[in-house]
DNA sequence: GCATTAATTGGTC
DNA sequence: GACCAATTAATGC
């Protein structure tokens, strides 16, 4: 394996938690005990219903985190990015990890176990407040999450998980920088592949979007924004 | 090039 | 709007 140790004082992560609490010489100790990890496309990384062992960060590249339902269903929580937290759900408790993660790319990772990091959030206040801050938006997001499953329509949710691409991963051109596949897609929106698959094409006839192969493309940002915008605003008021 | 998997399309409930 | 089936496209080996 390729022991590519990244230094966090010179992470290229500026939002990372740890990357902006990175100063200090009190932290170096803590920060030596991070490992690296390189994971390959499609790998697995953390097991739903494994121990939790520690606490993962993207460094560099895609991964998916994935809550499995009934009958093999799979549910996609959330996308991360470079900077990101993955099984921090986990920490504190001794028990299971709730989701399941998958590189989505080849991607390295960073990772700390639960000891070091515990020793961490005790010695640093500051980091301690940032982890919480980050919980809270956590928490906020996971309850519009379920406003969306319970209300939108299917059109409207595979909108919305467009969009939610293409604010997290951005756009080179005219084609997103990521790309899943339908059932991916689905798994995301809360719906079907099949749907998906028919969602697509009738936004790609109605110029909202653009495939090329299997990779998606934002054409009208605006008029997408508004379809489920104006949901919002109705559920908001 | 062949075999497997993914995407699309049409139909049923 | 989910599930199933058939066809076609894409991808891995």
Partial sequence: MLETTTKCEQCHNASCIIRINALGE?????????????????????????????????????????????????????LAKDGEIIGHRGFGSREAYQISAVALEDSTLCYFKNDALKQMLLS???????FMLFYAEELNLSENKVRKFAQMTVREKVIDSILYMYRKFGQDG???????????????????????????????????????????????????????LEHNFFLNS
């Fill in 26 to 78: 009190e932290m170096k100790a803590f920060l030596a005990t991070k490992h690296n990890i390189q994971c390959k496309r499609g790998q697995q990384f953390i097991l739903e219903g494994a121990p939790v062992h520690g606490l993962y960060f993207v460094y560099k590249g895609k991964a998916k985190v994935v809550k499995t339902g009934f009958q093999g269903k799979e549910q996609i929580v959330r």
């Fill in 124 to 130: 640093f206040p500051k980091l301690t407040y940032d």
């Fill in 174 to 228: 005219d084609i997103l920088n990521i790309q899943l596949s339908r059932k991916e897609l689905a798994d995301l929106a809360g719906t079907t592949d099949e749907q998906v698959t028919r969602t697509i094409t009738s936004l790609k006839n109605e110029n909202l979007i653009r495939t090329q192969g299997k990779q998606l493309g934002v054409v009208n940002i605006e008029l997408l924004r508004r379809e489920v």
